[in-house]
């Protein structure tokens, strides 16, 4: 084991990982400080270029880029009042409030230096937690993955915002698109059209770019011209009294990363969410509730530790099961895969040099965050006004070279077309995308725990629940698809004896 | 304005003109760019291993670099099919597997051995029969005994149903006399998990190569019983085979480096020339041996009539035992999970289209409409977008990347808003960057076209 951490400290350590993770931090600030650009669509833009790392530094890259790209979007939230990521949306009336009131620097300082606390302690989070759950995982098998990866993605689609119905097409669509090709199980061509390069499936890192990348450019054009000229910067200190608002309050602190680390895990739900339910346990807790919304910095550093601790929490199930806590872990997954590297509990035991590595990069670039982060903030102006008509046919060439790079098919970007254009309508629309991409990655480890079972159990169905570990998740996930239709019932029958018109299910 | 245009038109002729041309290189001169090795199996198994020690040493005999590109999916269709359609020009190799022999008579692909020009069979691993090392069986007559008084109980498995350990386990047992389904096959996604499966009761017994299975039967929990291949195995003298039991059947998943069926017969002889040095090299002799690889190397034309002979004796297999074409009693098909999947999925439909007839507004109803102030503009410019991709998607090939990528996007630049001067000045930077990032630093193979740059 020491051997291994010590391997794990010389990748890390190596001039050319650090090279490749400032260079990855630069891009990740960049792309979370324009506004309409997510952390998402920078790390589905990266993706061709991990292919050609080994696994540790790829996943350096990766979430050394999440981190950047998080804490990055508070920037222009607080400059001009547009969330540079969906996870600053929480606070950003808050944000921009302050730097109205001439507290921009501070607000920014404040955005920082919890981020990289919030982000720190969502490692150790990792650290602690992802073991832990695998030596319980150890014992599982087909039937408890199954039931597993059910309950990811219902959470995710409980979760996810909107209605519940559009929630379960977008999964459904993604499950049913993951199983277009040849199956693992039987051999067997299906939905391919006659088309080879349909053999193998669809290949999930176009479909991935398209939908966070090209469905994001189009997003963009078809979008009013962002307001940019009201924004400005006071030049007072930026580290100004930052620590002494945390040391205040170290409890709240401590409470904001632990909600965002909890989201962070629940899959379906990352930094977006995390920022919101910590805002709103801040509110609800604070001595001063009137403040939020209005210009409190508690609410500020309260959501933006939460946001950047949930990336850590993201990356336990991720690791353990195989089944991704967010967008961007979805994607890590997409890329061990295809590195032959199916996360399990064995690699805990399998590649100690791996996870060592991600444990390593998770402080590493969470201390990387603040003095890159500074730069960004004094930078910050400059990197929204880069004009739009540059931006987004650049992210357009990216786009279709990385789809092209896996494996140098056109074919490919045409998958990458499509799945921008369905990106596009299906979020115009009001149905959520996540959902889609996590049924696209997880289904055919779905697909293959389930026939497996079902070959393995002749058919029996009972046979699911048959194991203690098995049937406790499998009554978990009835109750779970029970309680929204129960709710609904008991809600509707009220309103019925009160002579209202029946309501809809939240 | 047109002075402007002028600078862009002369900046792509400056590329043009610094570009060389490959057209001119002779035969004689094979190789003199580097080449690419398609690997139909996915990065860390045992043909990627291989293939990956091969494109090493090839890099030192060859003198160019050899880079590995893994072509996974649809049980090696995909990376097959890559490979026979490359253009036969020696510079894509391809590492062709047993599969291809089989995959066509299962009604999966067009994609036959003779499409290939094979060069060198680079090894064969037989099949190799694991049990726990508990196991009640101390060799394979007894095990064999057992699957004849009791057909159908035991349980084994190797990879999916209808690969190559399914097709040794099924050939080993009509040799014996057995029906194909004396033992019953429980599908694996790789002898990896089918192994860890056996460790763990699920299954009863294991088919796959002893390279595969090696450090589990070095480290004592599993013990092989017995081997498909001619003789024994130098590294494991102990495990005998299947003939010298009296059964006297073969089997051997092989691997080989081939190029498409039309390759030029003096580029084929010389990259025979190059893979021969490559195996009589000690360090490749190392590897095979420690690795537990076996099989003797190949000639092209041996090589080539022992795949066709294998193509017809998998043939006639995979046409007697039922199991390997796909039917298979009792047992939910390829579509069960898809059918439940559409299912679902129209009931949500008909629960969405239900919502709508109501008359209630769903909550998820989006917040970003098209543009108020400029609806036209905004639908157009999303058109355009599309537009530029089909147009990269249906020149690319013909141009190449620089000339149709620089020109979509000076396209679009211009249609952003974007000055003369900063959108030629864009492209300058951007498309040669991109270029130089992937072609040269990924080694990405992009279009070349007009431009091979």
């Known amino acids: ?506 | 304005m047109r002075s402007h245009l002028g600078s862009w038109v002369l900046v792509m002729s400056g590329l043009t003109s610094l570009a060389c041309l490959p057209g001119c290189q002779k035969i004689g001169s094979y190789p003199s760019r580097p080449i690419t090795i398609i690997c139909p199996w996915a990065v860390g198994g045992g043909t990627d291993a291989f293939s990956r020690v091969v494109a090493s040493l090839m890099e030192e005999e060859a003198g160019v670099p050899v880079s590995v590109i893994n072509r996974t999916g649809g049980g090696g269709i995909t990376g097959h099919t890559a490979g026979a359609a490359a253009p036969p020009d020696g510079y894509t190799v391809t590492m062709i597997t047993i599969e291809l022999a089989m995959m066509h008579h299962r009604g999966l692909t067009q994609l036959k051995p003779e499409d290939f020009a094979p060069v060198m069979r680079l090894g064969c691993d037989g099949a190799a029969v694991f049990v726990r090392s508990d196991a009640p069986w101390k060799d394979l007559s007894e095990l064999v005994e057992d699957v004849r008084e009791n057909p159908g109980k035991l349980r084994a498995s190797g990879t999916s149903l209808g690969g190559s350990w399914h097709i040794a386990c099924t050939s080993s047992l009509l040799a014996l006399g057995l029906a194909a389904d004396a033992i019953r096959w429980v599908p694996a996604e790789g002898s990896g998990p089918a192994r860890q499966e056996l460790l763990s009761g699920g299954i009863d017994v294991v088919f796959c190569s002893l390279a595969e299975g090696k450090s589990q039967l070095e480290a004592g929990q599993l013990r092989a019983l017995g081997v498909m291949a001619e003789q024994r195995h130098e590294r494991f003298p102990n495990i005998p085979t299947f003939k010298e039991l009296g059964t006297p059947v073969i089997f051997g998943a092989w691997r080989g480096i081939a190029l498409p069926r039309n390759a030029p017969p003096e580029i084929a002889s010389r990259l025979e020339e190059i893979m021969d040095r490559v195996m009589s090299s000690s360090s490749f002799k190392e590897f095979f041996l420690n690795g537990g690889y076996a099989g003797e190397r190949q000639a092209s034309e041996v090589f080539a009539k022992s795949m066709l002979q294998d193509d017809l004796d998998l043939g006639e297999l995979i046409r007697k035992s039922r199991i390997l074409s796909g039917g298979h009693d009792g047992q939910p098909g390829s579509w069960f999970f898809p059918w439940i999947l559409f299912s679902g999925l129209l009931i949500v439909v008909v629960a969405i289209l239900l919502q709508g007839f109501l008359g209630q507004k769903t909550a998820g109803a989006s917040p970003q409409v098209l543009a108020i102030d400029k609806p036209q503009g905004a639908i157009f410019q999303f058109v355009e977008i599309l537009a530029a991709v089909i147009f990269y998607l249906a020149l690319s090939e013909a141009l190449g990347f620089l000339i149709t990528a620089g020109t979509m996007m000076f396209y679009l630049f211009r249609r952003l808003k974007v000055g003369w001067i900063a959108s030629a000045l864009a492209v300058a930077l951007l498309v040669p960057g991109t270029y130089l990032l992937f072609a040269k630093l990924m080694r990405v193979q992009l279009p070349t076209g007009l431009i091979p740059w």
């Open chain 1, 1 to 506: 084991m020491p051997d291994a951490l010590g391997e794990a400290f010389s990748i890390v350590f190596s001039p050319s990982v650090i090279g490749i993770m400032l260079l990855s931090a630069t891009y990740g600030l960049f792309v979370g400080a324009i506004p309409g650009l997510t952390a998402t669509m920078a790390v589905a833009l990266i993706i061709p270029f991990t292919f050609f790392m080994s696994p540790p530094v790829a996943l350096a890259a990766i979430s050394t880029l999440s981190a950047m790209a998080i804490f990055a979007g508070d920037i222009p939230s607080t400059l001009m009042r547009i969330p540079g990521t969906p996870a600053s949306a929480a606070y950003v009336a808050d944000a921009y409030a302050l730097n109205q009131r001439g507290e921009g620097s501070r607000v920014l300082g404040v955005c920082l230096v919890s981020s990289a606390l919030g982000g720190l302690l969502g490692g150790i989070a990792l650290i602690l937690g992802a073991p832990t759950l695998a030596r319980v995982a150890f014992a599982f098998t087909t039937y408890e993955y199954f039931w597993l990866a059910i309950l990811g993605l219902s959470s995710a689609v409980i979760v996810s915002q909107g209605s519940l119905a559009k929630g379960c097409f977008s999964l459904l669509l993604g499950l049913l698109l993951s199983t277009v090709g040849l199956d693992e199980v039987h051999g067997m061509a299906r939905m391919t059209f006659g088309l080879t390069d349909l053999a193998g499936g669809i290949n999930f890192i176009p479909a991935m770019i398209g939908m966070f990348g090209l469905s994001e450019v189009l997003r963009n054009v078809t979008r009013r011209e962002a307001v940019a000229d009201s924004s400005h910067l006071d030049s007072g200190k930026i580290f100004q009294g930052t620590l002494r608002l945390l040391r205040r309050r170290p409890g709240h602190f401590l409470r904001s990363s632990a909600i965002g680390t909890l989201i962070g895990i629940l899959p379906g739900a990352g930094a977006d969410i995390a920022a919101w339910v910590s805002f709103a346990t801040s509110k609800k807790f604070s001595k001063t509730p009137n403040d939020y919304g209005k210009g409190s910095l508690e609410g500020v550093s309260d959501a933006s530790a939460a946001n950047n601790a949930s990336l850590g929490g993201a990356w336990i199930p991720a690791l353990v099961f195989g089944i991704p806590g967010d967008a961007v872990t979805a994607i890590v997954l997409g890329v061990l895969m295809m590195k032959g590297i199916q996360p399990s509990p064995q690699i805990f035991i399998k590649q100690p040099v791996l996870l060592y590595s991600v444990y390593i990069v998770f402080f590493v670039s969470n201390l990387l965050l603040i003095p890159m982060g500074y730069l960004a903030i004094r930078c910050g102006r400059i990197i929204i006004r880069i004009p739009r008509g540059i931006l987004l046919p650049a992210i357009l060439l990216f786009c279709m070279v990385g789809s092209y790079a896996i494996n140098t098919s056109l074919f490919d970007i045409g998958v990458m077309l499509i799945f921008g254009v369905v990106g596009f309508f299906l979020e115009r629309h009001g149905f959520p995308v996540g959902p889609v991409v996590l049924g696209l990655v997880l289904g055919p480890q779905v697909e293959k725990n389930f026939m497996f079972s079902v070959i393995k159990s002749d058919g029996n169905f009972m046979e699911f629940f048959s194991r203690p570990v098995a049937g406790t998740l499998g009554i978990i996930v009835s109750l779970l698809w029970l309680a929204p239709a129960l709710l609904a019932l008991r809600r509707w029958s009220r309103r019925r004896s009160m002579g209202l018109p029946g309501g809809r299910p939240a």
